[in-house]
């Protein structure tokens, strides 16, 4: 089985589709198959609008919610990086003034 390269979609693109699954015209596995895309991708853009706009689940995480937190993260990962520059700096600058 030959497996495809990874594509990326809009955000307007996912909405798009979320969208013509949930008017029921056509099942998601068919909005699926005639837009080249895989159910289980299909499937996890329609939950995520359907959180977006307050019907999923409580305690799931809203788009805005899921780019923060990635932002967080990775400031936090920075941020850690820094930390340890600095512990060996000051080890060094120890280890020479003695």
Known sequence: MTRRKRRKFTAEFK???AELCRR???SLVEVAKDLDLSASAVRRWVQQAEVDT???PADALSTSE???LRKLRRE???LREEKEILKKAAAFFA???S
């Open 15 to 17: 909405q798009e589709v």
């Open 24 to 26: 029921g015209d056509r």
């Open 54 to 56: 307050g019907t999923g």
């Open 66 to 68: 899921k780019n923060e």
């Open 76 to 78: 936090v990962r920075q």
């Open 95 to 97: 280890k020479e003034s």
